[in-house]
């Protein structure tokens, strides 16, 4: 397999790498699946918003995926990790934690992020569970509880305009002194959502389901779940590896068609968008999978 230069690799074998594949297993191309098996919702109980998958837990659709991927003769599945990416003239060469290289004439990166999770006890034992970060995804299950957002200044303001239409019992968790204008503390006051200036201690919780926010000085705030804008990381530097674009936000940048600026480089999955769900991963892979069958076919015909 090694020796074998591939139509596409793919690396990343989660939703939206599963569904490029399977677009181009279909136009009968030659793909390398190389997976890590560490996707970034592996706490989460329930996939939602996602048509005739609601409610699913996000293992089941990776591994209904990846049966029906398999049935494809041309694609084959690497289990590891890759650690660089060289572009040789019209080729990629791929290099994984274990020694071993792939070459292909594309690469599909669709690699996911990986949060960075707060330094709050208890915050990565509920993350995904109830610690959420969208309300599209986990929203509904915690309509009309107690709620809180973690978070200060604009970014927080913007998240509590969003939730408030969820729950109208939530409340602004800063971890230390507020940052929001005069203007923004006024609208929040108006519309009755409290600001908790208090500095954390941890999330008191059970197997993952918050119960309170607990605070440095011995004080407790009960609630059904918290919001949370939490940063991230690449799970690889593709900007120093293959000198691709990145946007402000450290997202891949990409054209409307998932095109990198590097030629025959694409993304898709969370990777390259702010829009983090399952059903916009599989969109994404699908017309990446249908892009790069046509570039193949194009420089041919």
């Known amino acids: 397999m090694k020796d074998r230069i591939f139509d596409t690799i793919i690396i990343g074998g989660s939703y939206a790498g599963l569904s490029a594949a399977m677009a181009l297993g279909r136009a009968l191309r030659q793909v390398l699946i190389i997976d890590s098996g560490k996707p970034c919702n592996k706490q989460t109980p329930h996939s939602h918003n996602f048509l005739t998958q609601d409610g699913k837990t996000p293992m ?27 572009k040789n003239n019209e080729r990629f060469q791929v290099e994984t934690e274990s020694g071993q290289n792939f070459n292909a004439k594309k690469l599909i990166i ?11 006890p208890g915050f990565d034992k509920c993350w995904g569970i109830s610690v959420l970060h969208c309300p599209y995804c986990h929203g509904y299950e915690v309509k009309y509880e107690k709620t809180g957002i973690l978070g200060n200044g604009d970014l ?29 503390i006024v609208k929040l006051e108006e519309k009755g959502i409290k600001i908790n200036e208090s500095e954390i201690e941890q999330f008191e919780h059970h197997n993952g389901n918050i119960q309170n926010v607990v605070f440095k000085d011995g004080s407790k705030n009960q609630v059904k779940a918290v919001y949370a804008k939490i940063p991230f990381e690449q799970n690889l ?11 402000e936000s450290g997202h891949i940048k990409t054209d ?10 694409y993304a898709c999955g969370d990777s390259s968008s702010m829009m983090r769900s399952v059903a916009n991963a599989v969109a994404s892979g699908n017309t990446v999978g249908a892009m790069v069958n046509k ?3 194009d420089e041919v015909f």
């Open 256 to 265: 409307a068609f998932y095109k990198t600026n590097v030629y025959g480089v």
């Open 60 to 86: 089941e659709i990776s591994n209904t995926a990846k049966e029906q991927v398999q049935k494809y003769e041309s694609i084959q599945f690497y289990d590891g990790s890759v650690i660089r990416i060289i």
């Open 295 to 297: 570039e193949l076919i």
């Open 156 to 184: 927080a303001y913007e998240f509590s305009k969003m939730i408030s239409h969820w729950t109208k019992e939530f409340t602004l968790f800063t971890n230390g002194k507020s940052n929001f204008n005069e203007d923004q």
């Open 110 to 120: 669709a690699t996911g992020i990986k949060d960075v999770l707060a330094d709050i």
């Open 237 to 247: 530097n593709f900007e120093e590896d293959l000198g691709i674009e990145m946007t």
